[in-house]
């Protein structure tokens, strides 16, 4: 298990113990920290059937078909796509109703369940309502403010808390990556961010946007070539955009380098803060929280057109 799980491993593990795990758990926090890994070790505890204080015993015929991944009373389920839609949650739930083949009740893990439409969670929202038998419901988020209050108030919850900067660039170190603090920074600090990060070199692609970006006033014919890297991972870009405004605000405000989101891009945000007022930057990084809150998965049919609009306001 990830080590900064650990923490989170032995309070939702004593819980079980003292049988309180209840019936439907919501498994919160930023994403990047692993989250489904801490489900499908709750998952693996509840069915197993031999647990050893507070853990799965890896030995009983349930942990081993666990592990090979084919455990007849186990069902995962995830956006395919943009949404989870109605008919997943139906057919998912339906097989909770069934009688679990090795007496141990039954688990359904939802991952990214605030990807869930409305008629999706209403769906589930039944089955909250009256679970069958001994099953186990873990739901994983990253944005609680987009599930239904009905979906909230029937699930236990439990936040996962991020490690500290020094942790994360300990881990990192550990599995071969020298990160340094502004990548760290950049991914909200979340481990996994971070490494997926660095192994994509998306350092390169970020300098590209952010340079394009701050020379869009003396060059606006660049609008669409940064519209177009926009457009790519839009949530991940649209966020080193907004760190890249608040780095021009705090330079502006006499912050030092070691205070910047990004300090290895400080002499281009030092170019932004000189070319900008600060009245004009806030209004521009106002305007970007709400763009990215438009341009989450499955709100907008196309995105492009919003994102091209908010640079042309820029211009």
């Known amino acids: ?39 499908e070790r709750l998952a693996r505890l509840h069915l197993c059937q031999q647990p050893q204080r507070g853990e799965p015993c890896g030995q009983c015929h349930s942990c081993q078909l666990f592990e090979k991944g084919h455990h007849p009373d186990l069902g995962t389920i995830g956006p395919e796509g943009k949404t989870i ?4 949650i139906r057919e998912i739930c339906g097989r909770l109703q069934s009688t679990s083949q090795l007496g141990r009740g039954k688990v ?36 609680v403010s987009r599930l239904l209050p009905t979906i909230l108030s029937r699930c236990h919850k439990h936040v996962c808390q991020l490690p500290s900067e020094g942790e994360t660039l300990s881990w990192l170190a550990e599995q071969g990556h020298q990160a340094t603090q502004a990548q760290v920074r950049i991914c909200q600090g979340a481990p996994l961010r971070v490494l997926n990060y660095i192994e994509e070199q998306q ?3 970020r300098r590209t946007l952010l340079e394009g970006f701050t020379s869009l006033s003396q060059t606006p014919s660049r609008a669409t070539s940064v519209c177009a890297q926009l457009a790519e991972a839009t949530q991940v870009r649209l966020h080193w955009l907004q760190l890249f405004l608040c780095d021009a605000l705090k330079t502006q ?7 910047l989101a990004m300090p290895d891009l400080a002499a281009l945000s030092q170019q932004l803060a000189e070319r900008h007022g600060s009245e004009r930057l806030l209004e521009a990084e106002q305007q970007l929280v709400a763009l990215k809150a438009a341009c989450q998965p499955g709100q907008l049919s196309n995105p492009t057109i919003h994102l091209m609009n908010w640079l042309n306001r820029w211009l």
């Open 1 to 39: 298990m990830y080590p900064w799980l650990i923490p989170d491993w032995h309070a939702l593990s004593q819980t079980a113990q003292a049988g309180r795990l209840g019936h439907a758990w919501l498994l919160l926090g930023d994403p990047g920290l692993g989250k489904e890994q801490l489900a």
């Open 85 to 88: 839609g109605v008919e997943a």
């Open 108 to 143: 359904v893990i939802i991952q990214d369940a605030e990807r869930m439409t409305e008629s999706a969670a209403n769906a589930l929202l039944k089955t909250l309502e009256e679970p069958a038998g001994d099953s186990l419901l873990l739901l994983i988020a990253s944005q």
């Open 203 to 205: 350092d390169s692609a």
């Open 253 to 259: 405000a006499g912050c030092g380098h070691h205070q």
